[in-house]
């Protein structure tokens, strides 16, 4: 029995569909649609990156015009955006992945689509700091609308052959917003109390499930990603036993898969790099057992600084739970990354690349623009070095 095996094994969804091994592509914007339009260099970036995973997510796709984070990112707002869909679901499930299209609304953030000149709302009208346009607060109206545009998009990812969606509900997107008493000042049936901040998170949940059953799709998966905790500095927006009551609801309503998304921003490690075993305030457990405990035999997939076939051994070696481990960073450098520890060949596996090298392992030009130096020249990158990656999620 080889040291990696585990890597291996297939995992079970919530749904009783399975994955052949451990391994996610996270899910990464790479900044390059157009107009919200998948195109030709998109295809060809997930394709070949998905090839030996279990599970392949693309970066998240918004629901309406109104949740755009970035320029660039892909669209599932339109049933125009179908077409384009279709390529990439095909292209990610052509070697037995199992294809999620990841769904999302900026809220507040949706930096492009100010840009764009659309509308911008958000749980509540507060002065964020890092804000610099204005923002309204949504209308009763504003919500309903809302759910049914988060339905549609699952309609959407059915109708063009991907085999799940994930809602990203983590990172400060319009979810966590709702759930955050930072974000969420409301007086209504959407804000307040623990119970109504988490109101809106779980009516997005429920459609997307109608959605699913609407398309007679039993098999279709749902995943749900979380930040297990918000704090910005000395204010918090809620803490991992808020998340642990959210999730529990959600798991009751019905998941097929869990992702911990932990990101400097959300304020772990006390501001450094991002690490799933970190132990979160007055806690003796890390946020992985946390969820992993809590999740029972629905999967839950942790990543975060993966470079090596023992940094994803070491995350999904779990004595609670189902453990699946995400790669996002490496698998930027290093396509064949899961391929090279499968054929005993990790030491092979890249982990420093540069702008020449992304070029020719296919990723999109608006990803490869991150890596540019602001006078144009091509630099070399080492994640173990700690350089940060801009733009994923």
């Known amino acids: 029995m080889g040291k990696y095996d585990k890597l291996f094994e297939e995992i079970t969804l919530g749904n009783k569909v399975t994955v052949k091994n451990r391994f996610m592509l996270a899910p990464m914007c790479d900044d390059s649609s157009d107009d919200g339009e998948v195109n030709d260099q998109q295809v060809a970036y997930l394709g070949l990156r998905s090839a030996d995973v279990g599970i392949a997510n693309t970066g998240y796709a918004y629901v309406n015009d109104s949740g755009i984070q970035i320029k660039g990112q892909i669209s599932a707002a339109h049933d125009k955006n179908i077409t384009g869909l279709s390529k990439l679901a095909y292209a990610m499930k052509r070697g037995g992945a199992k294809a999620i299209l990841q769904l999302s609304h900026a809220g507040r953030d949706a930096t492009g689509s100010h840009e764009y000149g659309n509308r911008v709302y958000a749980p509540s009208q507060v002065d964020f700091p890092w804000v610099h346009y204005d923002f309204s607060e949504m209308t009763e109206q504003d919500i309903q609308q809302m759910i049914q545009d988060y339905k549609q998009a699952t309609r959407r990812a059915i109708q063009a052959g991907f085999d799940g969606i994930e809602i990203h509900n983590c990172n400060h997107d319009l979810l966590q917003q709702f759930f955050s008493s930072y974000s969420n000042r409301r007086t209504d049936q959407w804000g307040g109390s623990l119970e109504k901040r988490m109101a809106f998170p779980l009516a997005i949940l429920k459609s997307v499930r109608e959605a699913a059953i609407l398309e007679n799709r039993n098999d279709f998966i749902i995943g749900w990603r979380i930040s297990p905790e918000e704090r910005h500095g000395q204010t918090v927006g809620y803490d991992v036993d808020e998340m642990v009551q959210q999730t529990n609801k959600v798991l009751n309503e019905g998941i097929d898969y869990l992702n911990l998304s932990l990101n400097i921003a959300a304020g772990y490690n006390n501001g450094k790099r991002p690490d799933y075993n970190a132990i979160p305030i007055n806690h003796k457990k890390s946020f992985a057992t946390i969820f992993r405990e809590l999740a ?31 790669v996002g960073r490496e698998m930027l450098i290093d396509p064949n990354f899961v391929n090279k520890i499968k054929n005993h060949k990790e030491e092979q596996i890249i982990n420093t690349t540069t702008i020449e090298h992304l070029r020719d392992v296919k990723l999109p030009d608006g990803f490869i623009d991150n890596y540019a130096d602001t006078d144009g020249s091509t630099r070399s990158v080492s994640y173990r070095n700690g350089i940060p990656l801009p733009g994923l999620d």
Do not use: C, M, Q
């Not at 070491?314 to 609670?320: G, I, M, P, Y």
């Open 296 to 326: 029972g035999n629905i999967p839950v997939y942790v990543g975060t600084n993966i470079f090596s076939a023992d940094d994803a051994l070491k995350a999904s070696d779990s004595d609670e739970g189902v453990a699946g481990v995400y």
